[in-house]
């Protein structure tokens, strides 16, 4: 907990705390990501999406300087990736209960599994950057899919 505290950018990578989680810290970062988002629902999707870069950006340093300092590449405690990537994907999906179930768990799995080419994002990229941009690369198969959902639900 002193670690967590000691650094802001450590308080942002650990995701104010959700990733010192003993149990599925990323899932519980994604699940923060949630509350984050209705937060800035009232916005529209370019002050929304604004938001998120700057997020994004943020969560490149404070990734980098978290990991640097606990002399690991990835540590599952930094959860700001899973926040950010999460918020994206509740951008581009409609805003309803399945539409935000359906999101969580195909981006867990793609997260977790890592398909390519999340799986090469993962590789070809280090420090700060890697960690953010590959639960990027993980949230875009699953908007794609969300959104190919809606479009064959609300079409035929």
């Known amino acids: 907990m002193k ?3 000691s650094s802001f950018w450590h308080l942002v ?8 989680s003993k149990k599925a810290p990323g899932t519980l970062g994604s699940l923060i990501a ?8 009232p916005l529209n999707n370019e002050m929304q999406l604004g938001f998120v870069i700057t997020l994004f950006f943020l969560g490149i340093h404070a990734s980098d300087i978290t990991s640097s300092h606990l002399k690991l590449k990835d540590p599952s405690c930094i959860v ?11 951008i581009f999906i409609e805003p309803n209960a399945t539409s935000f179930v359906m999101a969580f768990i195909l981006f867990r799995f793609f997260d977790i599994k890592k398909p390519f080419p999340i799986s090469w994002v993962e590789k070809k990229f280090t420090g700060g950057l890697g960690i953010m941009l590959d639960d990027i690369a993980a949230a875009i198969p699953c ?5 190919l959902t809606y479009l064959l639900t609300h079409v035929f």
């Open 143 to 147: 908007v794609l899919i969300m959104q």
């Open 13 to 20: 990578a650990l995701g104010f705390g959700s990733g010192l």
């Open 80 to 90: 700001i990736d899973e926040i950010v990537a999460m918020m994206a994907i509740l």
């Open 3 to 5: 670690f967590l505290f």
């Open 34 to 41: 949630f509350p984050l988002f209705f937060l800035i629902s």
